[in-house]
């Protein structure tokens, strides 16, 4: 048994569109397969733990951005050796944004990045409002969006999905990023709940770099039987375009 190490940042700030529960399900996936979790949460000026398996940031606004920015960005060595030695990562909308180049803001001023990830996001006067269903190399993408953001990639291959209904947040028709051990989303609601398959990918590489393996089994099946229900349901509505975008 291995003890999984998970870290949420800023979880009162950057935690808007229920990102504690992507940590959740984290931990209770691993714990199916007979694993347990630490889980820490840490704050503005608050000592991060030397080693995490998983890093989650979470959404929050843009005024939220500004205050965790400078905290964020002193913690890029940390972020960026733990990377290196294969921890996962995964940011959520406003969260994620702050690990690319920066942020072009819609006044013409900027919001600078810790350059983890090679693109820049374009806040823009449309917001992109409701489901959205992606092509991934682990399945397809399903859930929620609510954001005014633009990814436009310096690397097309970081794309990690193909938008097949509803909107996306990368220019070209994509959704999500990912860069390594890294993914940038902005899929919500919270993603991993409804997207067992996407766990399920974070877990196997977190325990591979403990060189242990992770497994779903018989006991993921209830819950992912939940998830494929609300999936379905989901994807029927994207298709049918329930919802669309928003003129600010």
């Known amino acids: 048994m291995t003890t999984l190490r998970i870290v949420q940042l800023y979880p009162d700030l950057l935690g808007v569109t229920g990102d504690r529960g992507n940590v959740e399900v984290l931990a209770a996936r691993a714990s199916l397969a007979g694993h347990e979790s630490e889980v820490t949460l840490v ?4 000592d991060a733990p030397a080693e995490a398996d998983i890093i989650v940031i979470g959404n929050g606004p843009l005024s939220a951005l500004r205050v965790v920015r400078d905290d964020l960005a002193s913690r890029r060595e940390w972020l960026a050796a733990l990377i290196g030695a294969g921890a996962v990562v995964l940011a959520v909308g406003g969260g994620s944004e702050l690990l690319s180049e920066g942020i072009d803001l819609v006044d013409g001023t900027h919001l600078d990045g810790l350059g983890l990830i090679p693109a820049r996001v374009g806040r823009t006067k449309q917001r992109r409002v409701g489901y959205v269903v992606a092509d991934t190399s682990d399945g397809k993408l399903i859930g929620f969006e609510d954001h005014a953001s633009l990814w436009r990639l310096g690397d097309p291959a970081i794309a990690y999905g193909t938008v097949t209904a509803g909107n996306g947040g ?5 959704e999500t990023v990912r860069v390594g051990s890294v993914y940038a989303t902005n899929v919500q609601g919270p993603v991993l709940p409804l997207n067992p398959d996407l766990a399920d990918a974070l877990l196997t590489q977190a325990f591979a770099r403990r060189d242990a393996q992770y497994s779903p089994g018989p006991a993921h099946a209830e819950i992912d039987a ?5 999936r379905a349901e989901i994807e029927r509505l994207a298709v049918d375009k329930r919802f669309t975008a928003i003129q600010l």
């Open 43 to 46: 704050d503005l000026g608050e």
């Open 170 to 174: 990368i220019e070209g028709g994509f």
């Open 226 to 230: 939940h998830a494929r229900a609300a």
